[in-house]
């Protein structure tokens, strides 16, 4: 079992629906998560960090975490083309070192 | 958030030399780590880059292949050692504060 797994897309959505982005975990211990944006050719970018069970709100961006089932979720609305990148969760181990999912691709049609 | 600067941001090379990449940070910062990303792949940790003491490597990536320095707490440098087509990969310094943020990546190819 991969320690973060993400599905690898694509997922693909209409302009202006909502993409929802889905991550589970193994290491029950984890108390950090976070959501990066990865353009092809960039390096990965912070959009969001989520520390407690529930929901977490940042413009068109909901984080949601559920220690006990060890999921954590990224939620698009309003999805534009521009948001088309791949997106990567990411788990913070005890030790600060930070491991990745796969990374899902989305992609968002005019 | 923490301004990294890492360099350079691509290179060619041939197999069997080696190429050293920097990454210097705007802040002092205690956790430093090299990430490796293949193509079509998502980041590996590479290793921690400890200062005032040996990096902590994670399994599959050694020491005598990937050697890195920490001098101080705003550099780190990663070395691709005696390199092979295999190699060619992005590389990536990255800083921890209460969040992880990255390096611009060094885009290397080994031909």
């Known amino acids: 079992q991969k320690e973060v797994e993400q599905n690898s897309g694509p997922l693909s959505v209409p302009e202006g629906a909502i993409a929802s982005l889905n991550c589970t975990y193994s290491d029950r211990v984890s108390q950090s998560f976070f959501w990066y944006r990865q353009y092809s050719g960039k390096s990965p970018e912070l959009i969001m960090s989520?520390?407690?069970?529930g929901d977490k709100e940042d413009g068109r961006f909901t984080a949601q975490l559920n220690k006990a089932s060890q999921y954590v979720s990224l939620l698009i609305r309003d999805s534009q083309p521009s948001d088309s990148a791949t997106y990567l969760c990411?788990?913070?181990?005890?030790?600060?070192?930070?491991?990745f999912g796969t990374g899902t691709r989305l992609q968002v049609f005019p | 958030s923490a301004v990294i600067s890492q360099k350079p941001s691509r290179d060619i090379c041939q197999r069997g030399t080696s190429l050293t990449i920097q990454c210097q940070v705007d802040?002092?910062?205690?956790?430093m780590f090299w990430y490796r990303q293949q193509p079509g792949q998502s980041l590996t940790l590479i290793a921690t880059a400890n200062q005032g003491s040996e990096a902590t490597y994670e399994s599959g990536f050694v020491i005598d292949k990937f050697p890195i320095s920490r001098p101080n707490l705003t550099f780190s440098t990663l070395t691709v050692s005696n390199m092979s087509p295999e190699d060619s990969s992005i590389y990536l310094c990255?800083?921890?504060?209460?969040?992880?943020?990255f390096g611009q990546g060094t885009r290397l190819t080994v031909v």
């Open positions: 802040s002092q910062v205690t956790m």
């Open positions: 990411a788990v913070k181990r005890a030790t600060d070192k930070l491991i």
């Open positions: 990255s800083v921890l504060q209460a969040e992880a943020f």
């Open positions: 989520i520390y407690s069970n």
